[in-house]
C-alpha cells in the first residue's frame, strides 16, 4: 500500500507539471518509445521462472528449513531460528512470504492473463498454469493459510487485501488446475520454446513435470486424507511421471554477468556464510550439521565425497574419513574451538554458480512410487526396484553440479545399494527408510524435504531444547506471517491465524496432521 501511494503521487506530481506546460505535442511528448504497452507473456514467464527458485534462498531454505532439518548448524545467535529454535531478529521466517507474492506470484499471473483468451496460445496457457501450481505449493506448504483465489489482483480488479484462502481448497484447486493443465497441452501448437528455461516449451516433459508435481502434492495429502491422497496419486501414475535422466526438471545458471545468473543455492550460500572459502570466517558461523554428516557416514554414502569438504592447509579436502559435521544447538555465540574442522558445502558442487537448481528429479518420483507401493497404491514397479532406482538417480544427478567433482561412479552406486539393500521388514520400517533416502535425495531442496518430513514423520530427528527457544524444544510446524501483514491486510490475517491455531511456529498446516 505503501508503495502504491508514493507511486500515485508520482503519477499526480506529472500530470500537475504537464498541465502547467503547453498542450502542443503532448500526446507525442508523453509517449515513451521505449515503453512496453501490452506484456510479453514469454519474457514474463521466463523471469517468473527464475523468481519462483530464486526468493530467499539462504534465509528459508538454510536459516530456517535446512536447520530445521539438521542439514545445516551455526553457532551464531542472530541466524540461530532453524538451529535451536530462537529468534529476535531478522526477517527469516517471513522473507520468502515477502519476496515470492509481488514476484513470481505477480509474475505467472500477468502470463496467465496475457494468452487465456487466445486458443493458438494454449500451450503457454498450460505450462503457465502448471508453474503456478508449484509456485503457490510452495507458499502454502510453509504458512498454512495464505492469499491465493484473490492473490495478484490489485491491478485488474484492485483487491489490495486479498482473503487468506483456507489450505484444504488451495490443495483441491492445485490438484484441479493439474489435471485440466496437463489434459489441454497440444503437442502440435506453438509453446514458449527458449523463454521456458526447464524444457524449452517441449509439451511432452511439461506433461510428465505435471504428472510429477500431482504425485507429489497427491502424496502430501496421505496423513489427513488417506483416501484423496491415493486417488491423486493414482492418477499421476497413470499420466506418466519423471523417470529418466533427461526429464530431470532444471534450471540452469551461469557465471554472470549479473547475480541473477548465478545459481542461487550457491550465491546464497557464498554471500552469505562460505565466500572467504578459509573454514573459519563464515559470516554466519554456518557449517554442515553433524546429523546429516554423520548419517552419510555411518551408511558410507558415496555423495559425502560430493557435497562436504573440509578446509586443510587453505585446500578443500573431500575424504570421507575426515568429515565431520557441527552439532545443532550450540549456545554461547562463540565459535568452538575445533570449528575449522567441521565440514562445509563443497565449494566445486553445492558452491557452483554455474550449477543446475534441480526442481523435480526422478531421484523423487521414484521415492513416492516406493512408498506408494508399500501402501498398495501402486504395482507398476515394486517397492525395491523403485528405491534402488532413486538412490542411482539421485547420486548420478550430482555429476550435473560439476561433471568431475559431482561424479559418482556406478560400482560405488552399486556398492551403496548392496551395503544399504532395501527393507525386508514392516511397513512401517519400509516408510522410514524410504523417507530418510528423501531427505538425502533431494538435498539442497530444504524447502521440499521441511514438507515431506511433516508429512511422513521421517528421519526420525532430536530436536534440540536450548534456553530461550520459542517452540518448547520442538522442530517448528511452519514458518510465520509477516508483521506488516497484520497491519495491512488485519482482517484476513486475523481470520486466517484464528483457523490455523495462531501465528506461530508450532501450529500446523492443514495436511500436517498429528
Not at 350 to 378: C, M
Request: aromatic share 12%; hydrophobic share 35%.
Amino acid at each position: 500500500m505503501k508503495n502504491l501511494f508514493k507511486i500515485i503521487y508520482s503519477l499526480l506530481a506529472v500530470l500537475f507539471i504537464g498541465l502547467q506546460s503547453c498542450d502542443e505535442g503532448f500526446e507525442e511528448l508523453n509517449n515513451n518509445p521505449d515503453a512496453v504497452n501490452e506484456p510479453t507473456a514469454e519474457y514474463i514467464f521466463t523471469k517468473a521462472q527464475l523468481d519462483a527458485i530464486d526468493c530467499q534462498y539462504y534465509a528459508t531454505n538454510v536459516i530456517c528449513a535446512g536447520g530445521f532439518m539438521q542439514h545445516f548448524a551455526t553457532y551464531k545467535d542472530v541466524p540461530s531460528l532453524g538451529d535451536r529454535y530462537t529468534w529476535s531478529q531478522g526477517g527469516y521466517p517471513y522473507d520468502y512470504f515477502n519476496g515470492i507474492f509481488p514476484n513470481a506470484v505477480n509474475e505467472i499471473a500477468e502470463v496467465i492473463k496475457a494468452v487465456e483468451e487466445d486458443p493458438e496460445q494454449v500451450n503457454l496457457l498450460s505450462i503457465a498454469r502448471i508453474w503456478k501450481v508449484y509456485v503457490m505449493h510452495k507458499i502454502t506448504d510453509l504458512y498454512g493459510d495464505i492469499p491465493y483465489s484473490e492473490a495478484a489482483m490489485g491491478y485488474t480488479s484492485t483487491i489490495y487485501t486479498p482473503k487468506y484462502d483456507e489450505q484444504s481448497s488451495i490443495y483441491t484447486d492445485l490438484l484441479s488446475e493439474l489435471e485440466e493443465a496437463v489434459l489441454a497441452l497440444d503437442d502440435s501448437k506453438a509453446s514458449f520454446g527458449d523463454a521456458d528455461l526447464i524444457y524449452s516449451g517441449n509439451t511432452v516433459q511439461w506433461r510428465k513435470f505435471a504428472y510429477s508435481l500431482m504425485l507429489r502434492l497427491g502424496s502430501r495429502l496421505s496423513k489427513v486424507d488417506a483416501a484423496t491422497s491415493q486417488t491423486w496419486v493414482q492418477k499421476a501414475i497413470a499420466g506418466g511421471v519423471i523417470m529418466d535422466d533427461a526429464d530431470v526438471a532444471s534450471i540452469p545458471y551461469t557465471d554472470g554477468p549479473q547475480t541473477f545468473n548465478y545459481n542461487p543455492v550457491a550465491y546464497g550460500l557464498l554471500s552469505n556464510d562460505y565466500g572467504t572459502g578459509d573454514g573459519v570466517s563464515n559470516k554466519e558461523g554456518g557449517k554442515l550439521a553433524e546429523t546429516f554428516i554423520s548419517y552419510l557416514k555411518e551408511t558410507n554414502d558415496p555423495r559425502l565425497n560430493v557435497l562436504s569438504i573440509v578446509w586443510v592447509n587453505g585446500v578443500a579436502d573431500t575424504s570421507a574419513a575426515i568429515q565431520s559435521g557441527m552439532p545443532n544447538g550450540l549456545i554461547g555465540g562463540s565459535a568452538p574451538e575445533n570449528y575449522g574442522s567441521y565440514s562445509e558445502p563443497n565449494p566445486n558442487t553445492l558452491l557452483n554458480y554455474e550449477s543446475p537448481f534441480l526442481v523435480i528429479t526422478n531421484a523423487e518420483t521414484n521415492l513416492l512410487l516406493a512408498e506408494a507401493a508399500v501402501k498398495g497404491w501402486s504395482s507398476t514397479i515394486s517397492a525395491e526396484d523403485a528405491y534402488e532406482n532413486a538412490v542411482s538417480a539421485s547420486m548420478r544427478n550430482w555429476s550435473l553440479y560439476d561433471a568431475s567433482a559431482g561424479y559418482i561412479s556406478d560400482s560405488k552406486i552399486n556398492a551403496y545399494l548392496a551395503q544399504n539393500p532395501f527393507s525386508t521388514g514392516t511397513t512401517e520400517e519400509k516408510l522410514e527408510q524410504i523417507n530418510t533416502q528423501y531427505w538425502v535425495s533431494l538435498f539442497p531442496d530444504e524447502t521440499e524435504i521441511y514438507s515431506n518430513w511433516r508429512r511422513s514423520g521421517y528421519p526420525l530427528l532430536t530436536p534440540v531444547s536450548v534456553p530461550g527457544n520459542i517452540t518448547n524444544g520442538t522442530i517448528p510446524r511452519r514458518l510465520i506471517y509477516p508483521p506488516d501483514e497484520e497491519t495491512l491486510n488485519a482482517t484476513n490475517w486475523a481470520e486466517a491465524v484464528n483457523r490455523i491455531g495462531g501465528n506461530d511456529f508450532t501450529a500446523r498446516v492443514w495436511w500436517d496432521a498429528e
